[in-house]
C-alpha cells in the first residue's frame, strides 16, 4: 500500500519513529502519549519539511498516512482545516506573523484528531517570535502538533527545542537519489546519474537540475568559472557572470509566481470594478505584496548565489582529488580533462585556500554582505596563483 513516507529519501531510521507515533496518537488514551512538538533537522536537500508534513499527513489521514485519500491530497495542498504550512517568504519570521498564526489555530480541531502546523524555517523566528511561539508549544493539553524544520538543532532557541523531540534527517546517498529520480520521475539513468552525482543527495536540486535544460546550462557555465581567471579583470567578469546566472535562475523560478499573485490579489479586490475606495484599498494592498515579493526575491538569489559557489567548491574538491591520484569519487566527471590539467598547474595547498575562500564567501553572504563586492573578492582570491 502506497505511504506518505514512500518519499522520504535515505529517511528509513525516523520514518518507524513517526509511525509509531501516528499509531501511538491513536490509541485514544488522551493524547498521553503524543508528543507535541518535534524538531525536523537536516542538511539543504534531506527533505526535512517534506518528512514534516507527510508526518503531518499521516496524523490526520483516516488510514495514517495512505497518500490517496482527501485527507491526505488536501493536507499538501493546503486545504485541509486542521493543517496548516508555514512557508516564510522573507528573511526573518516576525512576532507579528506568530501571534496571527496563534489566534489563527487557537480552536479546536474540526476534525476532532489533531491540528497541525508544520513550520519550514524555524531558524529564522525572531527571538520575540521565537518567545511567542513558546508559549504556545508549553501549553498543556490542546490538539496542536507544532513540527519545526531547521537546519541544525543549534539554530533553533534553546528554550524551544528544550521542548521538542528531536529528529535528525540524513543526506541521502547518491544512489538514493539516483533511484527516485528513475523511478519517480521518469528520468532516464544517465541524467539521473549525473544529477544525483552534482546535487550530492540534494533530491529537490537533483529534480530540478534533471528537468531543466537551462539551469543546467547555467550550471556548466559557473563551473567554467574557475578556467577563466587568467587575469584581475577576467576574475571581476567572472563575479558578474556568477551573479548574473545566479539572478537568472532565481528570477525564473519566482518571476512568474510573483504575476500570478498580484492578479489574483487584484481579482480579490474586483479588478476593473469602480468605486474609489475599492481602487485605493487594491493599490495599498498590492504595494503590500510587491515589497513581500521583493523580500523573497532577495532571498531567493541569495540562495542560489549560495548553489552556486556550492558548485563551484566541487571544482576545487575534484581538483584535490585528482591531485591525490582519484578519479573514481570526482563529482564532476564530464570536466575530468580540464579538472586534471588545472590539478596538474597548480599546488596543492594553493587548491585548499581556494576551497576555504569559497567557504568563507558563504559565511559572509549568509551575514548580508553584498553579493558583488563578495563574489569579486572571491574570484580575486581564486584568480590568484
Ligand atoms: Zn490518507
Request: hydrophobic fraction near 40%; include cysteine.
Amino acid at each position: 500500500m502506497a505511504s506518505v513516507f514512500d518519499d522520504l529519501v535515505g529517511q528509513e531510521h525516523i520514518i518507524d519513529i513517526l509511525k509509531g507515533a501516528v499509531a501511538a496518537s491513536r490509541t485514544g488514551s488522551e493524547s498521553q502519549e503524543m508528543t507535541h512538538a518535534w524538531v525536523f533537522t537536516g542538511p539543504p536537500g534531506s527533505g526535512r519539511s517534506s518528512a514534516a508534513v507527510a508526518f503531518a499527513q499521516a496524523l490526520i489521514c483516516p488510514h495514517q498516512g495512505c497518500s490517496t485519500c482527501n485527507e491526505c491530497k488536501s493536507a499538501v495542498t493546503g486545504g485541509h482545516p486542521d493543517v496548516e504550512v508555514i512557508r516564510i517568504e522573507g528573511l526573518s519570521i516576525q512576532v507579528e506573523e506568530i501571534r496571527e498564526l496563534l489566534t489563527r489555530v487557537a480552536w479546536a480541531p474540526s476534525m476532532g484528531g489533531w491540528r497541525v502546523v508544520v513550520m519550514e524555517d524555524a531558524d529564522r523566528l525572531t527571538e520575540s517570535a521565537a518567545n511567542a511561539l513558546l508559549k504556545a508549544i508549553e501549553e498543556p493539553g490542546t490538539r496542536t502538533v507544532w513540527l519545526l524544520c531547521a537546519p541544525t538543532l543549534h539554530d533553533v532557541l534553546p528554550t524551544i527545542r528544550s521542548r521538542c523531540r528531536h529528529l535528525q534527517l540524513r543526506t541521502p546517498s547518491i544512489d538514493a537519489v539516483r533511484q527516485v529520480l528513475i523511478k519517480r520521475n521518469d528520468i532516464s539513468p544517465i541524467m539521473a546519474d549525473f544529477a544525483a552525482r552534482v546535487s550530492q543527495g540534494h533530491i529537490g536540486r537533483a529534480r530540478y537540475l534533471a528537468t531543466n535544460e537551462s539551469v543546467r546550462s547555467n550550471r556548466k557555465a559557473i563551473m567554467r568559472l574557475p578556467l577563466q581567471l587568467g587575469s584581475l579583470s577576467a576574475a571581476f567578469q567572472a563575479a558578474q557572470t556568477l551573479i548574473d546566472l545566479a539572478t537568472e535562475g532565481a528570477s525564473a523560478s519566482s518571476g512568474s509566481k510573483d504575476e500570478i499573485e498580484i492578479e489574483k490579489l487584484q481579482e480579490a479586490y474586483g479588478k476593473g470594478a469602480t468605486g474609489r475606495g475599492m481602487a485605493t484599498g487594491a493599490a495599498k494592498a498590492v504595494k503590500e505584496l510587491e515589497k513581500e515579493q521583493k523580500s523573497r526575491a532577495t532571498r531567493i538569489v541569495r540562495d542560489s548565489i549560495d548553489g552556486a559557489l556550492l558548485d563551484l567548491a566541487t571544482f576545487y574538491r575534484d581538483v584535490t582529488l585528482a591531485q591525490a591520484g582519484d578519479k573514481e569519487s570526482m563529482i564532476n566527471s564530464d570536466m575530468q580533462p580540464e579538472i586534471e590539467s588545472y590539478a596538474a598547474s597548480f599546488p596543492a595547498h594553493t587548491v585548499v585556500q581556494k576551497m576555504s575562500a569559497i567557504l568563507e564567501a558563504r559565511k559572509h553572504l549568509a551575514m548580508n554582505a553584498a553579493p558583488l563586492v563578495t563574489c569579486e573578492a572571491l574570484m580575486c582570491e581564486l584568480a590568484r596563483r
